[in-house]
């Protein structure tokens, strides 16, 4: 059973998706091609949602990356759940409503976090409390992304980015 754009009966409220996934027959685990494409898909819809903003979308970028380089996860990509994650990018640069303030404000504290909790980059290098403050600060927001995931069955990544000093 696929899901399939009808041509005989168009509807003028909704732009025509072809999209052809199969819904009944998901394979479990996802080659490392699949693996690929559901990487090329996620930054180009992601780059689309941020309208190639220039912060935004080295964060988008880097946030990828790592999700994507674990190989612990490599079992865990479901195509469902990309497919779902794409749906909700492709509503955040249709419409300026929810899902483009929830993937906004994401960018934003991801961009934080990579800066060390600041908003710009300072020259000082941190104390061993300012340290581990930076890394256990975000355990709570990335569980709130952990449930958002469950709750939607979307892949947003939700990793810490934990200094190599502490």
Known sequence: MFVRWDSRRPNHDQPHLRILLPLLHLP?????????????????????????????????????????????????????????????????????????????????????????????????TPIRDELRINSTAYDAFNHHIDLLNESMEMCIPATTVRDPRF
């Open 28 to 124: 479990k685990v996802m080659s490392s091609q699949d693996i690929v494409h559901g990487y090329r898909h996620l930054y180009r819809h992601g780059l689309r949602a941020v309208q190639f903003s220039k912060p935004a979308r080295y964060v988008l970028r880097d946030r990828l990356r790592l999700a994507f380089r674990k190989p612990t996860q490599k079992n865990e990509y479901n195509p469902q759940r990309i497919q779902n994650t794409i749906e909700f990018l492709q509503y955040a640069t249709t419409h300026s409503g929810l899902e483009h303030k929830v993937l906004k404000n994401l960018l934003q504290v991801w961009r934080c976090q990579a800066l060390g909790g600041k908003a710009k980059p300072t020259g000082k």
